[in-house]
């Protein structure tokens, strides 16, 4: 179906694989992010008329994909099959620059260790840390997806570094390594 000159299809297609990555970090396993994906096309096909006039086009989609993952989480936590669940949440592998077998296997470890680390965080540092150190997103864009001021952002996610930081100090990890992932 064609509206104005593009079609859905067109306008989804440059912020498809990033809101999937998104999902797939919020949600931590293929299944589940799919699902969050399909919820989200079937969320924005009626507004795909309005979607040609947004400005921060994916800012705008990660936050209806961050909405709609509250709502599934919210679900879930009122659903009896919460209590059977165990919570395996992983993000997904950093790409590595390295070139040697060792080198790779060495950065493989520390990022499971920080990947285990992070997901220790509750939902909410869980998510800021997500989406503004390993998505990139800025605290004006945060604000918007999370609608949340931009004061409450900046103090949340000094918390949540914080935390990550606390959290970091006690794994035994390489002084540099260690140095390098808690800038910020």
Same mark, same amino acid.
């Given at each position: 179906m064609r509206f104005g000159k593009k079609t859905f299809e067109t306008i989804l297609q440059p912020h498809i694989k990033h809101l999937y990555r998104v999902a797939y970090r919020l949600c931590g396993n293929t299944p589940d992010s799919e699902d969050l994906i399909q919820e989200l096309l079937i969320k924005l096909y009626p507004q795909r008329n309005e979607m040609q006039s947004i400005e921060y086009l994916r800012a705008w989609m990660v936050r209806v994909l961050y909405h709609l993952y509250l709502d599934i989480k919210r679900r879930e936590q009122r659903s009896p099959m919460a209590w059977l669940d165990n919570? &395996? %949440?992983?993000?997904?592998?950093?790409?590595? /620059?390295?070139?040697?077998?060792?080198?790779?296997?060495? &950065? %493989?470890?520390?990022?499971?260790?920080?990947? /285990?680390?992070v997901n220790t965080l509750n939902d909410d540092q869980r998510v800021l840390i997500i989406l503004s150190d390993i998505e990139g997103y800025t605290l004006k864009e945060l604000a918007n997806i999370l609608d949340i001021p931009i004061g409450t952002i900046k103090s949340r996610l000094s918390r949540a570094r914080s935390q990550l930081r606390t959290l970091l100090s006690r794994e035994p990890y390489q002084q540099n390594y260690h140095a390098n992932i808690t800038k910020g």
């Open positions: 919570d &395996e %949440t992983k993000l997904d592998r950093l790409t590595s /620059n390295n070139t040697t077998p060792e080198a790779l296997a060495e &950065e %493989t470890s520390s990022q499971q260790q920080l990947i /285990n680390i």
